[in-house]
């Protein structure tokens, strides 16, 4: 007799394997031939590790969905059955509208893609979320936890809530940013129970957290015995002026800098009013104006005058980026340059303010480079102008030849002019970069880049009479307004107490010899021991160089360290048991270790430091920044860590001798400059024979009688140590 066979129940995986023999089958998705060996395991596997989209919707999820199914229609026997037909239909239905043949690429990425894609599409798509949800439920516990998390109180609510005042405070948004349909939108998918919270709130909290780091900063700066401030005044697009303020200072060897205030100026910038308003944010703080070091302003009347009477005399320094803003400026200002000038920039405000020049030089460069518009209150705009002008001179002749309306383009002698120029700008320009860094100590620099700022002006090959007298009138305004520069004591202490200049850069030893007064009286009112600090290795020498301007600095070092080797080896060949040339040798690797001391870099621009905390002397003058555009940024709290480019490090030979000192009734040989402390008597010294000034004498070191190899060895590890 005949009965009906049950029908075998066919697995899910063969709708996307065609099957070729008994033991092979044809993966639909990517064309693959995959072994089946009588079984679906190899298939299954294959959907699995290959198409992972595919097996997490239909497979992974098919229980799952069943689940859902049967709770909606409360049919538990025709449950299984629809759950499969529904979930088979979305991936049928999409392999009978796009069949796959054999020369269909086999990346599977893109199918996966465009199957995801489809089944979003479709209305019985279930969430994948959702469904791994249901099949790992959370506890009770769990989820009322979550839902107290963005409650007022919650702790997701309020890492949220301090995540978009930082963004707010950090990148200068306005308060309605929480009131934005786009913010609103992000905030509603990424975190959906978070409520939105209202302008008025977010302002509030802010004052909260400004109220909450004022108190920290304080107690930070009741525990700083030196700062330095840098203050400045600007006006914002209303006219409306503001004198900001900001404090620099170190703790150990970490740098901080912090916006203190910035503050409306209501009334006329009298110096007495500025000074009113210095001494109250001191106030303000909690720190006495004795604990501030210098400050640091431009070279404004009012602004000299009013630290004079907040801090004393003594502890002004003129800002240096604003001293080479006025010496370009006035170098600037010659009538035949400026003819030159207002053509070039006559030139670059065409392209600025015709579209269809801007568009044809844009394609003939095929770059985004575009002409760079000159700001007539910095300089150095005029020099980026200049530069980029020259560098796109060919592209822009032939633009201006082909408009009615542009203005006649340079000649080939005033091209040759401007060249010249920027050779002639260029050392200046160098100069504002490298004094222009906040998260670094800049005041050790000045003395050495004027030094550099000279010699590389005196150095250039000139052959037009213009630049030649713009050549011959920055060096008369260098010398008229940084001439006396040595004689700012706190700028001469900070370059000697930095292992890279010292003394190698001045040239008015009564200077030089004041400032090392100076630190030894502070050495003995301090009492403080010398911390042993262990020598870096030779590969920290290796620093890279932001600019050519310091190639004078390393010549002047190497041939002053040539010259100190040869003289303190003469007698070494001399002593039979080599212990002379020994001590030289072991003598010189000490000076470059010791010019390379990390503890110093860490505050010059030289990276971080892993050695002992500074000295007091060094924490006082080092932390002097040499340029007061800090005080116009509005970034509070911002502590700056990380390194910049700094000049390589050098000792300079003659740093262990002290320069002999003139007599008291010599009169300096520079022009008369605004010096903070008054000449120090001193004991006679001798006279150079080429300029008539006191000279430096060599001190030479006898060297011990023969002892020893291992007592001469330890004697010098010894030195070694305390020489660090």
């Given at each position: 007799?005949?009965?009906?066979?049950?029908?075998?129940?066919?697995?899910?995986?063969?709708?996307?394997?065609?099957?070729?023999?008994?033991?092979?089958?044809?993966?639909?998705?990517?064309?693959?031939?995959?072994?089946?060996?009588?079984?679906?395991?190899?298939?299954?596997?294959?959907?699995?590790?290959?198409?992972?989209?595919?097996?997490?919707?239909?497979?992974?999820?098919?229980?799952?969905?069943?689940?859902?199914?049967?709770?909606?229609?409360?049919?538990?026997?025709?449950?299984?059955?629809?759950?499969?037909?529904?979930?088979?239909?979305?991936?049928?239905?999409?392999?009978?509208?796009?069949?796959?043949?054999?020369?269909?690429?086999?990346?599977?990425?893109?199918?996966?893609?465009?199957?995801?894609?489809?089944?979003?599409?479709?209305?019985?798509?279930?969430?994948?979320?959702?469904?791994?949800?249901?099949?790992?439920?959370?506890?009770?516990?769990?989820?009322?936890?979550?839902?107290?998390?963005?409650?007022?109180?919650g702790d997701k609510t309020k890492r949220i809530n301090n995540a978009i005042m930082f963004m707010i405070c950090?990148?200068?948004?306005?308060?309605?940013?929480?009131?934005?349909?786009?913010?609103?939108?992000?905030?509603?998918?990424?975190?959906?129970?978070?409520?939105?919270?209202?302008?008025?709130?977010?302002?509030?909290?802010?004052?909260?957290?400004?109220?909450?780091?004022?108190?920290?900063?304080?107690?930070?700066?009741?525990?700083?015995?030196?700062?330095?401030?840098?203050?400045?005044?600007?006006?914002?697009?209303?006219?409306?002026?503001?004198?900001?303020?900001?404090?620099?200072?170190?703790?150990?060897?970490?740098?901080?800098?912090?916006?203190?205030?910035?503050?409306?100026?209501?009334?006329?910038?009298?110096?007495?009013?500025?000074?009113?308003?210095?001494?109250?944010?001191?106030?303000?703080?909690?720190?006495?104006?004795?604990?501030?070091?210098?400050?640091?302003?431009?070279?404004?009347?009012?602004?000299?005058?009013?630290?004079?009477?907040?801090?004393?005399?003594?502890?002004?320094?003129?800002?240096?980026?604003?001293?080479?803003?006025?010496?370009?400026?006035?170098?600037?200002?010659?009538?035949?340059?400026?003819?030159?000038?207002?053509?070039?920039?006559?030139?670059?405000?065409?392209?600025?303010?015709?579209?269809?020049?801007?568009?044809?030089?844009?394609?003939?460069?095929?770059?985004?480079?575009?002409?760079?518009?000159?700001?007539?209150?910095?300089?150095?705009?005029?020099?980026?102008?200049?530069?980029?002008?020259?560098?796109?001179?060919?592209?822009?002749?032939?633009?201006?030849?082909?408009?009615?309306?542009?203005?006649?383009?340079?000649?080939?002698?005033?091209?040759?002019?401007?060249?010249?120029?920027?050779?002639?700008?260029?050392?200046?320009?160098?100069?504002?970069?490298?004094?222009?860094?906040?998260?670094?100590?800049?005041?050790?620099?000045?003395?050495?880049?004027?030094?550099?700022?000279?010699?590389?002006?005196?150095?250039?090959?000139?052959?037009?009479?213009?630049?030649?007298?713009?050549?011959?009138?920055?060096?008369?305004?260098?010398?008229?307004?940084?001439?006396?520069?040595?004689?700012?004591?706190?700028?001469?202490?900070?370059?000697?107490?930095?292992?890279?200049?010292?003394?190698?850069?001045?040239?008015?030893?009564?200077?030089?010899?004041?400032?090392?007064?100076?630190?030894?009286?502070?050495?003995?009112?301090?009492?403080?021991?010398?911390?042993?600090?262990?020598?870096?290795?030779?590969?920290?020498?290796?620093?890279?160089?932001?600019?050519?301007?310091?190639?004078?600095?390393?010549?002047?070092?190497?041939?002053?360290?040539?010259?100190?080797?040869?003289?303190?080896?003469?007698?070494?060949?001399?002593?039979?048991?080599?212990?002379?040339?020994?001590?030289?040798?072991?003598?010189?690797?000490?000076?470059?270790?010791?010019?390379?001391?990390?503890?110093?870099?860490?505050?010059?621009?030289?990276?971080?430091?892993?050695?002992?905390?500074?000295?007091?002397?060094?924490?006082?003058?080092?932390?002097?920044?040499?340029?007061?555009?800090?005080?116009?940024?509005?970034?509070?709290?911002?502590?700056?860590?990380?390194?910049?480019?700094?000049?390589?490090?050098?000792?300079?030979?003659?740093?262990?001798?002290?320069?002999?000192?003139?007599?008291?009734?010599?009169?300096?040989?520079?022009?008369?400059?605004?010096?903070?402390?008054?000449?120090?008597?001193?004991?006679?010294?001798?006279?150079?024979?080429?300029?008539?000034?006191?000279?430096?004498?060599?001190?030479?070191?006898?060297?011990?009688?023969?002892?020893?190899?291992?007592?001469?060895?330890?004697?010098?590890?010894?030195?070694?140590?305390?020489?660090?």
């Amino acid at each position: 007799k005949s009965f009906n066979m049950v029908p075998t129940k066919k697995s899910i995986v063969w709708k996307y394997f065609e099957k070729i023999d008994e033991k092979s089958a044809r993966c639909k998705l990517c064309q693959k031939i995959v072994k089946t060996a009588g079984n679906t395991s190899n298939t299954m596997a294959h959907i699995k590790n290959v198409h992972k989209a595919v097996y997490l919707e239909v497979f992974k999820s098919n229980n799952s969905a069943a689940v859902i199914k049967h709770s909606n229609s409360g049919s538990s026997d025709s449950f299984s059955t629809t759950s499969k037909q529904d979930t088979i239909t979305i991936s049928e239905s999409y392999l009978n509208e796009h069949q796959l043949s054999p020369s269909t690429s086999t990346s599977s990425s893109m199918d996966c893609s465009e199957i995801l894609t489809h089944n979003t599409q479709t209305d019985q798509k279930m969430d994948y979320d959702r469904v791994l949800s249901l099949k790992r439920q959370r506890s009770i516990e769990s989820s009322f936890g979550e839902i107290h998390a963005y409650t007022s109180t919650g702790d997701k609510t309020k890492r949220i809530n301090n995540a978009i005042m930082f963004m707010i405070c950090r990148d200068n948004q306005p308060f309605s940013l929480v009131e934005n349909e786009g913010f609103k939108n992000l905030l509603k998918v990424t975190v959906p129970h978070y409520k939105i919270p209202s302008r008025t709130s977010v302002t509030r909290w802010i004052d909260e957290k400004y109220d909450a780091l004022s108190t920290v900063m304080k107690n930070k700066l009741c525990c700083v015995e030196n700062l330095t401030l840098t203050s400045d005044i600007w006006s914002d697009l209303q006219m409306r002026s503001y004198l900001g303020v900001t404090a620099h200072f170190g703790i150990g060897i970490e740098f901080h800098v912090v916006t203190l205030g910035v503050y409306h100026l209501d009334e006329r910038h009298t110096s007495e009013y500025i000074a009113q308003t210095l001494t109250k944010t001191c106030e303000e703080w909690g720190f006495n104006t004795d604990k501030v070091t210098a400050v640091v302003t431009d070279n404004a009347a009012n602004m000299v005058k009013a630290v004079e009477i907040a801090f004393g005399k003594k502890k002004h320094i003129p800002c240096f980026a604003h001293t080479l803003n006025l010496v370009a400026q006035h170098v600037l200002a010659i009538p035949e340059l400026q003819e030159i000038l207002t053509k070039a920039k006559s030139v670059v405000t065409f392209f600025k303010q015709s579209c269809v020049a801007s568009d044809e030089l844009r394609k003939s460069i095929q770059a985004d480079t575009k002409l760079i518009q000159d700001v007539p209150t910095r300089w150095n705009s005029t020099y980026y102008m200049i530069a980029r002008f020259l560098d796109l001179r060919n592209a822009v002749s032939e633009i201006l030849i082909r408009h009615k309306t542009a203005p006649p383009m340079l000649t080939g002698m005033e091209l040759t002019i401007l060249t010249s120029l920027l050779n002639v700008l260029q050392p200046l320009e160098a100069a504002t970069k490298e004094i222009s860094g906040d998260k670094y100590c800049s005041s050790s620099k000045i003395i050495p880049l004027v030094h550099c700022m000279i010699s590389k002006l005196k150095n250039l090959v000139i052959e037009e009479s213009l630049i030649k007298d713009v050549q011959k009138r920055t060096l008369t305004e260098i010398n008229k307004r940084m001439g006396a520069i040595e004689q700012v004591s706190a700028l001469a202490i900070a370059t000697i107490l930095d292992p890279r200049f010292k003394k190698l850069h001045f040239e008015d030893a009564m200077a030089c010899a004041n400032a090392v007064i100076k630190i030894k009286e502070m050495i003995k009112k301090n009492q403080q021991d010398e911390s042993t600090v262990e020598s870096d290795s030779d590969n920290s020498d290796k620093i890279s160089l932001s600019s050519d301007l310091w190639s004078d600095h390393h010549k002047l070092v190497q041939r002053n360290w040539k010259t100190n080797n040869t003289n303190e080896s003469e007698g070494a060949h001399k002593d039979w048991k080599g212990w002379s040339k020994y001590w030289v040798d072991f003598k010189a690797k000490l000076k470059k270790r010791a010019a390379a001391v990390r503890s110093s870099q860490a505050r010059t621009g030289g990276g971080p430091s892993t050695e002992q905390p500074l000295s007091e002397i060094e924490q006082k003058f080092l932390q002097i920044l040499g340029e007061g555009l800090p005080g116009v940024r509005v970034e509070p709290f911002a502590e700056p860590s990380g390194s910049t480019a700094a000049v390589e490090v050098w000792e300079s030979p003659g740093s262990q001798c002290i320069p002999p000192t003139p007599e008291p009734d010599e009169a300096p040989l520079r022009p008369p400059f605004p010096s903070p402390y008054p000449p120090t008597p001193c004991t006679p010294a001798a006279v150079s024979s080429e300029a008539g000034v006191p000279g430096p004498t060599r001190r030479r070191c006898r060297p011990d009688p023969p002892m020893s190899r291992e007592t001469a060895r330890r004697d010098l590890v010894n030195f070694s140590q305390m020489r660090a």
